[in-house]
């Protein structure tokens, strides 16, 4: 065996479930030599060997973010932040909306992200009106925190061309007031137009959005990831900023296209201009097909076979009837595609399983692994199908944390506490991969963690702890889970020889000690055995 090209000694590297923890590893090239005590690998040394002392420190395979929005993050990350600790209050959200306001030219548009109704002071959305006096000059769209309602002022809405004569599409909502005067208020498809009436960034911005975040990512030991919705912001335009950022070594992460598919996404377009499944090579591949089945279960959108808590008329919004759910579903399977469905309340599951079941009996494929993202509110029945089906659930984990206790709030506590069953998918046999959903959560994959071993939300409510699952499961779904769904569990996700080099190093051993996820920190990023960031 060639002199590895790097070793990291005197640590705790957790290489896998399967293969445990050992004190020291190396490194050849972009893949994994060899696992084993500190003085066996440092025997392994050459004249070219670099050698780093972990000092005690855990490293652990590369971590996969299953499901989030890399292109839109580095979009959101120069846009005004309104979640609760920027505008604790709707007086500070309205007061961030005119600062912005103010320092653009007159008619260019206030592109926000962030705020959630329930932890604003005044427990409500805010207005049309409102947002009205803040921007009075220029077209303000800010998006709720969950990215499937949004707030318009009125210059937004009349350049959209919605107004009180509009009706919501399938899918949609447009909101008015008892005396039928819009309150700004879009979900879901009904914001289409407005999106359609921003300007699309520029390649040059495209680019820098994908790098950007791409290095927040490797700062949280994130090597990989998969882009949710490619299309969703500024349609074909990003395949062509995925190509030129991978082409100018401007692409830090791995990076799965999912491409958006259904009634405004880009799947048949990209189809002929000859994207197949495949597409790519290890750094940038496209993979999948996104559908939208639903909305967010805190934005009372998520399809739910039972009413919302106290709004009987309420089950949520599906997006798609049940026949144009599996036709879309059906063609993409043919072309070969693997789906990333969105459906995070049980009626949308049901529909989404409904059609996938279809598609896959027409045209069998034993391991195509289809997904369902999100899968928040699947009922047992729906899991054991979904393990008939080989079909797999992408969580966000997170969402307990942020969301959990907005969810007893709509749902009420027998529905709304078993959410996200973690422990309950791994003990079916399935390989639910551990997500952020960024820019809807924050990408720091302490939070998700911390949630799956502890079930906490944020005012410390326990979202039922029999789905609590030890850290090292915890660990997993952020690796060898996040691999499965990709289909790549022979190549990445674990540490074992052969596999690839992506590692990440922690300041603390959180598997040892899991009240110490919260203070550890990503000390160093390693991705094909280069190291690509170091923090101390």
């Not at 969301?403 to 959410?419: I, K, M, N, T």
């Amino acid at each position: 065996m060639p002199a590895p090209s790097l070793l990291l000694l005197n640590g705790r590297v957790f290489a896998g479930r399967a293969e445990g923890v050992h004190e020291a590893i190396a490194l050849a090239g972009n893949r994994v030599a060899a696992l084993g005590t500190t003085r066996e690998i440092a025997a392994l040394a050459g004249p070219g060997t670099r050698t780093i002392d972990l000092g005690g420190r855990l490293a652990t395979p590369g971590l996969i973010d299953a499901h989030m929005h890399l292109l839109p993050l580095g979009l959101t990350m120069v846009e005004l932040d309104l979640t609760p600790q920027a505008a604790p209050t709707l007086d500070a959200l309205l007061a961030r909306v005119a600062e912005r306001a103010a320092a653009l030219p007159k008619g260019a548009w206030v592109l926000a992200r962030g705020y959630d109704q329930a932890r604003l002071d005044v427990g409500r959305h805010p207005t049309r009106d409102e947002l009205d006096r803040a921007a009075p000059d220029n077209p303000a769209y800010i998006v709720r925190a969950c990215g499937h309602v949004a707030i318009c002022n009125s210059l937004a809405l009349r350049l959209a061309g919605i107004d009180e004569t509009s009706r919501a599409p399938q899918g949609g909502l447009i909101e008015a007031d008892a005396h039928g005067r819009l309150t700004g208020l879009l979900a879901e498809t009904a914001r289409d137009p407005v999106r359609a009436a921003i300007p699309d960034p520029s390649q040059a911005e495209l680019v820098d959005a994908i790098e950007r975040a791409g290095r927040a990512c490797l700062g949280h030991g994130i090597v990989g990831v998969m882009d949710a919705a490619v299309g969703m912001r500024a349609g074909m335009s990003e395949l062509g900023a995925y190509d030129a950022a991978h082409e100018a070594e401007r692409l830090p992460v791995r990076v799965s296209q999912c491409l958006l598919g259904g009634p405004g996404g880009i799947a048949e377009a990209a189809y002929e201009a000859g994207f197949r499944p495949g597409r790519g090579d290890a750094r940038l591949k496209a993979k999948q097909v996104k559908i939208f089945t639903d909305g967010s279960a805190g934005g009372r959108t998520a399809a739910m076979s039972a009413p919302y808590l106290g709004a009987p008329e309420t089950r949520g919004l599906l997006s798609l009837t049940d026949d144009e759910m599996r036709e879309y579903t059906r063609r993409y399977h043919d072309q070969g595609w693997q789906l990333a469905v969105h459906a995070i309340g049980d009626a949308a599951i049901e529909q989404t399983l409904d059609a996938m079941e279809a598609a896959l009996a027409a045209a069998p494929d034993p391991d195509r692994r289809h997904r369902i993202e999100h899968c928040g509110f699947a009922r047992p029945d729906q899991t054991a199908r979904m393990v008939r089906l080989g079909i797999e659930p992408v969580p966000q984990p997170v969402f307990l944390h942020d969301f959990g206790d907005l969810y007893v709030d709509v749902l009420g506590e027998a529905r709304a506490l078993p959410s996200y069953p973690t422990r309950t998918w791994i003990e079916a046999g399935l390989h639910p991969a551990a997500s952020s959903d960024a820019p809807v959560c924050a990408l720091d994959p302490r939070l998700s963690l911390e949630a799956m071993v502890t079930r906490r939300t944020r005012t410390g409510r326990v979202m039922d702890a029999r789905e609590r699952v030890s850290p090292d499961t915890a660990l997993a779904a952020f690796t060898e889970f996040g691999a499965f769904v990709e289909k790549e569990e022979a190549t990445r996700g674990r540490l074992a020889p052969g596999m690839l080099a992506d590692v990440a190093v922690f300041t603390q051993d959180f598997l040892a000690d899991p009240d110490a996820v919260r203070d550890t920190r990503c000390a160093m990023t390693i991705v094909d055995g280069a190291i690509v960031h170091e923090n101390g």
